[in-house]
């Protein structure tokens, strides 16, 4: 887990009002404290269309391009988005036309006990437990900025 930041404190919606160079500079810091291989960022969209997402991503984007690391985008399948944003009128943003690069099974059971312990994400009907439903035991990110894109030092140096 990477290490709380300023950021932290900021207030929900405000991220996008912080100087760009500061985030980018929070993110930089907490993947150098992390010794991070890559990192996983909402995809550019902001998938939920969160100004906060988006703003963190695109710093995430930044720092790793600085960092030379990789980058995975998290996202969810256009089908998921359809479905939620017809069930609850949501704003979930389908990812631009293009392959999820990744089908990753994931078990549930950490972010099951993380929601039930916000009142707020523990109501059996919100969108977030649809979202969870429709996706099953899978996540779906795709490369924002690839392992090919990004190259550490030569073995021979």
Do not use: K
């Not at 990477?2 to 929900?12: E, F, G, H, V």
């Not at 943003?93 to 999820?100: G, K, L, R």
């Not at 099951?112 to 707020?120: E, G, I, K, P, R």
Request: charged share 20%.
């Amino acid at each position: 887990m990477l290490p709380t930041t300023r950021c932290a404190i900021t207030p929900d919606g405000g991220l996008e009002r912080v100087h760009g160079s500061r985030l980018v500079g929070e993110v930089i810091d907490a993947a150098g404290a992390a010794h991070a291989d890559g990192l996983l960022v909402f995809d550019p969209s902001g998938v939920t269309g969160h100004h906060d997402h988006a703003a963190a991503s695109a710093a995430a984007l930044r720092a790793a391009s600085d960092l030379n690391l990789p980058v995975l985008g998290w996202t969810l399948p256009n089908t998921v988005a359809d479905q939620l944003n017809r069930e609850y009128e949501t704003g979930f943003v389908e990812p631009p036309a293009v392959n999820i690069d990744i089908e990753l099974p994931v078990t549930r059971s950490r972010q099951v006990a993380a929601c039930a312990s916000h009142v707020s994400q523990a109501i059996p009907t919100s969108v977030l437990w649809r979202r969870l439903e429709l996706l099953g035991d899978g996540e779906h990110p795709r490369w924002l900025r690839g392992p090919d894109t990004a190259t550490g030092p030569s073995e021979s140096s």
